[in-house]
């Protein structure tokens, strides 16, 4: 689990703006969470792997309300990330947004819940002027959506180099461009100019090595 807070009361002024989180393998341990809770503002989570399928369930990017000590989270970026389960829950949300946050972007996130029976990439608990695009469903309505078959490298994705898709997968070419850009995946791989993907993988047979070791 990975939690930010930005406090900003009680005498406190911590000021966490601008970050990025990317590139990590977020694996949920049995009863437990692979996620991430922000209450922070100006920051853009990428390229990042979330497994769920020990867990079961779970709301995996979460941008979180006011609380007593903090202001609801705003101007959060949330693109190309990866999220599965291959648990059968009713339980799993890709990115939940709680009431009072603003400015939440949500682009190109790619769920696979291949026996699932209530997953659902975004939750909008009552956000101001969010924007979502080119998700696997950009409503909670996504019954068939989360059920397709992304082609990963391995039909039991237990490592991120299994989550790498093949070429016929479908968020090969099913994104859309987002600000800020980002030049490459997970593995460090170069992205394609040919096209705009989901999900934190460029595909395998069009990975172009951009320098940092990885598959």
């Given at each position: ?25 977020f694996a949920a341990p049995t009863a ?97 002027a969010p924007t979502f695009a080119n ?75 951009s320098g940092v070791a990885g598959p």
């Amino acid at each position: 689990m990975l939690w930010i807070q930005a406090q900003n009361g009680g005498g406190s002024e911590e000021r966490i703006r601008n970050f990025v989180v990317e590139r990590n393998w977020f694996a949920a341990p049995t009863a437990g969470y692979a996620n991430t809770n922000i209450t922070a503002s100006s920051g853009t989570l990428r390229n990042n792997i979330f497994d769920l399928s020990a867990a079961g369930s779970g709301s995996v990017m979460n941008a979180g309300p006011a609380t007593v000590c903090c202001a609801a989270a705003s101007n959060l970026n949330y693109y190309n990330n990866t999220i599965y389960t291959s648990a059968n829950t009713s339980s799993v949300v890709g990115v939940s947004l709680s009431a009072g946050t603003t400015g939440i972007v949500v682009k190109n996130n790619l769920l696979y819940a291949p026996i699932a029976t209530g997953a659902t990439p975004i939750h909008d608990g009552g956000s101001t002027a969010p924007t979502f695009a080119n998700n696997t469903c950009n409503t909670s309505d996504c019954t068939t959506g989360v059920t397709t078959d992304p082609h990963f490298a391995s039909a039991t994705p237990a490592s991120p180099v299994d989550f790498r898709p093949s070429t016929a997968g479908y968020g090969v070419n099913g994104g859309i461009a987002v600000y800020p850009a980002t030049s490459d995946d997970f593995f460090h791989c170069a992205n394609n100019a040919s096209h705009v993907r989901m999900g934190a993988f460029e595909p395998k047979a069009e990975a172009i090595f951009s320098g940092v070791a990885g598959p």
